[in-house]
């Protein structure tokens, strides 16, 4: 399974960025997917969640309201709108898929497939 992650890039606070994770090789026939992120010295935390429907998203409360989660199911494809962008943003941002259906959708052990990350960058 390769997961692409794309769109990544400068960006001034205020702006927008939309993201792509591009999924190909699977040989399973749902799955959930997330996004997660690591800033600059820190951990990697969670961003938003979305199921296979689309009909539950989950996000993190820093970017609830500003960032929106959804996927193209014919496409492969999951993708992160990020809207009002802050420099709090700034991060690597990596795409995650879940098989499994996992009961925490928000916990990074129940992705089992990751993307190599794609950098965000959020100027003041």
């Known amino acids: 399974v390769q997961l692409q992650a794309s769109g990544g890039g400068l960006v001034q606070a205020g702006g927008s960025l939309r993201l792509s994770c591009a999924v190909s090789?699977?040989?399973?026939?749902?799955?959930?997917a997330a996004w997660f992120r690591r800033a600059p010295g820190a951990e990697r935390e969670f961003v938003a969640a979305?199921?296979?429907?689309?009909?539950?998203?989950y996000y993190a409360d820093s970017v609830k309201g500003r960032f929106t989660i959804s996927r193209d199911n014919a496409k492969d494809t999951v993708y992160l709108q990020m809207n009002s962008l802050k420099s709090d943003d700034t991060a690597v941002y990596y795409c995650?898929?879940?098989?499994?259906?996992?009961?925490?959708?928000?916990?990074?052990?129940?992705?089992?497939?990751w993307g190599q990350g794609t950098l965000v960058t959020v100027s003041s």
């Open positions: 995650a898929v879940d098989p499994g259906n996992s009961a925490r959708p928000t916990a990074a052990m129940g992705y089992d497939y």
């Open positions: 090789g699977r040989t399973f026939r749902m799955y959930a």
């Open positions: 979305i199921t296979w429907s689309g009909g539950s998203t």
